[in-house]
């Protein structure tokens, strides 16, 4: 490819990147064949700021749990035991895609188990 042919590419890419991030800086709208005009929204919502104290298991915890769930809500779960934990984290990776690895579920169980039976055992301060 000569220099040319380089630049136009590059032009060209620059262009239809440029379009793409203004396009997605503008309120969509789209009329209904009923004619109602449904708009694209922006909301902001609050930061739950509780994660779970606790070492190496509460870091798993915090990368994978916290990416779907609150702090609070995971804390507040009925006590389960730790064999219904790794059946319920099982659930979360292969029925809702959760990317928590496989080899993490021994450690992970437990620590869930002991956080919705004593859930101020585990609980960070707010950040």
């Known amino acids: 490819m000569n220099q040319a ?18 396009g997605c800086s503008k309120r969509a709208a789209i009329k209904t064949p009923a004619g109602i005009v449904l708009r694209s ?3 902001s919502l609050p930061s739950h ?21 609150s702090g609070g809500m995971v804390m507040t779960q009925p006590p389960l035991g730790i064999a ?4 319920e ?3 979360m990776i292969t029925t809702y ?3 928590l690895p496989v080899n993490d579920i021994d450690q992970l169980a ?8 004593n859930p101020d055992s585990l609980a960070a301060p707010p950040r």
């Open 5 to 22: 042919s380089r630049i136009k590419l590059i032009a060209a890419l620059v262009a239809v990147t440029l379009t793409a991030l203004w």
């Open 41 to 43: 929204q922006s909301i």
């Open 49 to 69: 700021g509780r994660q779970f104290a606790g070492g190496a298991q509460a870091s798993v915890a915090n990368t994978y749990c916290l990416m779907c769930h």
């Open 84 to 87: 219904q934990w790794q059946t």
């Open 89 to 91: 984290l099982h659930k």
């Open 97 to 99: 895609g959760c990317p």
């Open 110 to 117: 437990p620590f869930v188990a002991q956080a919705s039976q």
